[in-house]
């Protein structure tokens, strides 16, 4: 028997990378219960989808926030794994948590630097946004106009909505949309 070929690498595309990401948190949203319980905050997640490894440009570490490398360091290599990471990070940190094209998670989380701070220039036309969003949701449609982010999807920790965000745009979905049928989060760069 020999030993497969080491250079053969199969990668996951980025459109099934974020539907990873999307069934995680539609799964951590619909398995939280108490929504509408007052002064109750349930999980907040935010995700950045990078085609580079370095997000120094854009980000700054976040002191202690780490993402748990021990309970996934990959995303499609452990699905059930990222779910219980990303719902323990989701209640229990705050950050940025930036996953390579490729499903790599960074370890350290991240605070976004907005557009302004980020020697790109003023606030970018491109970017939409509704009186909804918090800072979370606007640090998330406001990166996703840089060259390097594919995509920004966040779990809303005041009421359990899904934000995918791309080039300055973005699709919400009510905690009482998710978890129908399963759906294409749209086309992604591939690169």
Known sequence: MTDPDPLRVEYTT?????????????????????????????????????????????ADPLGENTWPVE???????????????ARAVGHSRDGAIIISTDGTIQ?????????????SGAEDERVESADWM????????EISVREEIVAAITLSEENGRMTIFTEGT????????????????GDYDES
Request: overall charge negative; proline content about 1%; hydrophobic content about 35%.
């Open 14 to 58: 980025v459109t099934e990378l974020i539907e990873f990401i999307t069934y995680a948190i539609e799964s951590i949203s619909l398995g939280f219960d108490r929504w509408d319980e007052e002064y109750v905050r349930g999980p907040g997640l935010y995700f950045v989808v990078v085609t580079g490894v370095h997000s120094r440009a854009y």
């Open 134 to 141: 918090g800072t979370k949701h606007l640090s998330a449609v």
């Open 107 to 119: 370890e350290q989380m991240v605070r976004i630097k907005s557009l302004g701070n980020s020697g």
């Open 71 to 85: 309970t996934c360091r990959v995303v499609t290599e452990n699905l059930d794994g990222f779910v219980e990471a």
């Open 170 to 185: 973005y699709n919400d979905y009510q905690r009482d949309e998710l978890g129908g049928e399963w759906r294409s989060t």
